[in-house]
């Protein structure tokens, strides 16, 4: 049975990992999941090396996977990436080719290096897979086609919406009650200018991904550290307006709001290519899977 690793960091990859793993266990698939710490890459590297190496932390013969599968491009996912290249492991990226300029965050260049560390590469789209094989082409690696696959996004996958948190209106002709709903992650501009707020609406904030965590901005009514992904796009899905600079302007806001509901804050994402996106990525990955690496 083919053994496979994935490393699980911050909320972002959970989440779009999370179908492609029921689908891999559905297949026969051996699969384990690995908790890093976001943010962190030397324990990291040393938690995945020693998997990778077919150790437990007292050096004794544990699980050693056959392929490790990485999602996204955070520090810590670069880390599992670099542990399993390192241990001679195969790699699967999911969500490589992505570009961003200007370059904003550590990720943008993360993202590459997981690439070229990489064995078979699935991709959002067709652009995508155009860089993804320039970038290996450039370093003198394999520019095989058949190893880059053009997937789509799993970010639709298993849709689950839970609106228990939307506000109501204390108003009985009025249902639901308007707000605005913000997710700011990392270095931005921040919301401080009053132009951004509108002071008559109610404001919901998500905490940011770890990295350099904001916290909560002057002004929000409402503050949610951290929520699961159901609640959060419960309330995305309901929302009068999204003030962000998170990736879910692209990918999951684009499937419930109009474009002059999204409002892009920064330059984080901002140059990062826009959709329409395939949806159904678990499905195709697990399949390509099945037909390389058997079960």
Same mark, same amino acid.
């Given at each position: ?191 401080? *200018? ?10 919901? %904030? !998500?905490?940011?991904?770890? $990295?350099? @965590?904001?916290? /909560? ?31 879910? *302007? ?10 002059? %509901? !999204?409002?892009?804050?920064? $330059?984080? @994402?901002?140059? /990062? ?23």
């Amino acid at each position: 049975m083919v053994k496979i690793l994935v490393p699980i960091g911050c909320r972002s990859d959970e989440g779009l990992s999370a179908p492609v793993i029921k689908r891999m266990k559905s297949a026969g698939f051996e699969v384990k999941t690995i908790r890093l710490d976001a943010q962190q890459f030397i324990p990291s590297y040393q938690v995945v090396d020693l998997m990778c190496r077919g150790q437990n932390h007292v050096g004794t013969f544990a699980w050693k996977p056959d392929l490790v599968f990485i999602t996204g491009d955070r520090v810590e996912m670069c880390a599992a990436a670099c542990a399993a290249f390192h241990n001679k492991i195969k790699i699967a990226h999911f969500y490589g080719g992505v570009v961003n300029i200007p370059i904003t965050t550590f990720d943008d260049i993360d993202r590459h290096c997981i690439t070229l560390w990489s064995d078979i590469q699935f991709v959002e789209s067709d652009e995508c897979a155009d860089v993804v094989a320039d970038l290996r082409k450039n370093f003198h690696l394999m520019n095989s086609r058949h190893n880059i696959h053009v997937v789509g996004i799993s970010h639709m996958d298993d849709l689950e919406v839970d609106e228990s948190l939307v506000p109501h209106s204390c108003f009985p002709e009025c249902h639901k009650q308007e707000y605005d709903l913000v997710l700011m992650n990392g270095e931005t501009i921040l919301l401080t *200018a009053g132009w951004i707020w509108d002071h008559k609406r109610h404001e919901i %904030q !998500i905490g940011s991904n770890p $990295d350099k @965590n904001i916290g /909560r901005l002057v002004g929000v009514d409402t503050y949610y550290e951290n929520l699961p992904r159901p609640q959060f796009l419960g309330l995305l899905k309901n929302c009068t307006r999204f003030i962000t600079n998170s990736s879910c *302007a692209i990918y999951e806001a684009p499937y419930f709001l109009k474009p002059e %509901q !999204i409002v892009m804050i920064g $330059d984080r @994402n901002k140059n /990062r290519t826009k959709g329409s996106f395939e949806i159904g990525a678990s499905d195709k990955i697990v399949k390509i899977l099945r037909e390389k690496y058997g079960t």
